[in-house]
């Protein structure tokens, strides 16, 4: 057969979806057709394809099951020899692994067709399948729903992109845009391109590529998120988990996981050791394929449909602090247009929410403001330092809690507004009685906090220092009870020279 140097067009999610139905063993034998002609004609379809059955043939290795790949009949297996010439969009981490991958799979594929050939002559003369063939039962586990105008997604079936209905074993490819999947376990994670995972079942799926935000309810504990590198078991919680040149990263919003993970050892003979870890509410780590954990400092969620930011418009870049406590993984989250009624003050308090003090709301410049959640246990580190590094020129604001002497950083570097904002504890005042948060301004407000800002006309970098010491005592904050809350923090963009805040 005549190999082809020449790079024809040709139409790429058609390819990748009759690869993946390759790969599943669900590609009619017209398609087969197909996809001879496709890999016949273009180098670069071949590059294409071998990118789809590196990330099967990777994905089926790490989940310990049988590869089940086909080659294309008419297609020369030769015709791969040439996939060193053309260059890839899609880089798989280490060369050597590639190699292995792609030799490894010229040998299984050339043998599976030989076993797929003979079958099929077999069963051709029969009019039942005889009972020695298995009859896989395959189970409905979820539905997709479009969260945006213009998505692009297939499962690996064949004749079944943009189908909404997922099923166990499909191997989830989101090309453009954003969906959300609801599983029957009633966990619902939503994705954002670009971004590969398998269905392993009902409750377990496998990222290979992107993020996914995922919330699980009480009903559905034991949903298991897993990657290369590491496997995420929900106590009930809200999560995202993002893989990304084989690293894991894992940020939890709500609730309660379970992190588990293998650290590498240094000495060659040594086995890996096995390590078990529990994450809360506003903390987040970074796990390498060696096992490695780091904190993850300030995150920003998954925004989609109506709800989609552009993060070239954020007016924080990023926040940073100088804690280097061991067993610290806590985050700050950037939330745009976040300072609203009823907002979540704290990443570590999901009971504590602003408010205006009064009917009359919280203060209107106020209204919008890009908003950081703090965590609240800092009210107790003497020596903190927060540095806000800004997009674009801002004016910063802090909001005290009014038991708290004000620090010298302040006063110094801040101007008092002479406005307030108030703060909503909730249930966190007597944990257990069930009493909620109330809705709107000038409700159950149990807290005050004065308005600083500071104006930044050139932008650059905001530096915050540690909560005062409680007005009662003079002395700093020895508990979690310690009778204050961590100061609050927003920004917004400074479009004009500010006047003084209406008092």
């Not at 991958?101 to 043998?111: D, E, F, G, R």
């Not at 009019?127 to 997709?144: A, F, L, R």
């Not at 504590?352 to 009210?379: R, S």
Request: charged content about 20%.
């Amino acid at each position: 057969m005549e190999t082809s140097s020449t790079n024809h067009p040709f139409d790429e999610n058609r390819l990748v979806d009759l690869a993946l139905a390759s790969c599943s063993g669900a590609i009619a034998e017209e398609e087969v057709q197909e996809l001879s002609a496709l890999l016949t004609a273009s180098p670069h379809a071949r590059m294409k394809y071998f990118e789809v059955m590196a990330v099967h043939t990777e994905l089926e290795w790490s989940l310990r099951k049988n590869i089940q790949t086909t080659m294309p009949p008419d297609c020369d297996v030769s015709l791969f020899a040439d996939l060193n010439s053309v260059p890839s969009k899609w880089e798989m981490g280490s060369m050597w692994r590639l190699g292995i991958a792609a030799s490894l799979l010229a040998v299984i594929c050339c043998v599976l067709w030989l076993r797929w050939r003979d079958q099929g002559e077999f069963l051709a003369g029969q009019k039942t399948i005889p009972p020695s063939v298995p009859v896989e039962t395959v189970n409905y586990v979820g539905t997709i729903t479009p969260l945006m105008a213009k998505v692009d997604w297939t499962v690996g079936r064949s004749n079944a992109s943009h189908t909404n209905e997922v099923l166990q074993g499909d191997t989830l490819w989101l090309r453009e845009g954003a969906i959300e999947l609801r599983m029957v376990s009633n966990a619902v994670a939503v994705l954002e391109s670009p971004v590969i995972m398998q269905i392993v079942s009902a409750d377990r799926i496998r990222m290979i590529d992107g993020d996914v935000m995922i919330n699980v309810p009480s009903e559905a504990e034991g949903f298991t998120i897993e990657s290369e590198a590491a496997e995420v078991l929900h106590l009930g919680a809200e999560c995202s988990v993002g893989v990304e040149a084989g690293s894991t990263n894992v940020v939890v919003f709500d609730g309660d996981l379970e992190l588990r993970f293998k650290v590498m050892p240094n000495d060659d003979g040594a086995k890996p050791r096995e390590v078990l870890k529990k994450l809360r509410a506003g903390e987040a780590v970074q796990v390498t394929r060696a096992g490695t954990l780091s904190r993850i400092v300030d995150v920003q969620r998954l925004g989609v449909g109506r709800h989609a930011v552009d993060k070239n418009e954020n007016v924080i870049a990023s926040v940073t602090d100088n804690n280097v406590r061991e067993d610290l993984w806590s985050f700050y989250e950037i939330v745009p247009n976040g300072l609203q009624e009823d907002a979540l003050a704290y990443v570590d308090r999901p009971s504590h929410e602003w408010n205006g003090v009064t009917a009359a709301g919280i203060p209107e410049y106020l209204i919008g403001a890009e908003l950081v959640k703090t965590f609240n246990n800092d009210k107790m580190i003497g020596p903190l330092n927060i540095s806000l590094t800004l997009a674009q020129p801002a004016i910063v604001y802090v909001f005290l809690d009014e038991r708290i002497t004000t620090p010298e950083w302040l006063v110094e570097s801040f101007e008092n507004t002479g406005d307030e904002i108030g703060l909503d504890e909730g249930e966190f005042l007597i944990p257990g009685s069930g009493v909620a948060t109330d809705v709107g301004p000038g409700k159950s407000i149990e807290r005050r906090f004065s308005v600083w800002r500071k104006v930044m006309p050139k932008g650059g970098v905001a530096n915050l220092g540690p909560n005062g010491p409680l007005i009662s005592t003079g002395k700093r904050h020895k508990s979690l009870k310690a009778g204050a809350n961590m100061y609050g923090v927003a920004a917004v963009p400074l479009t004009v020279e500010p006047t003084a805040p209406n008092r």
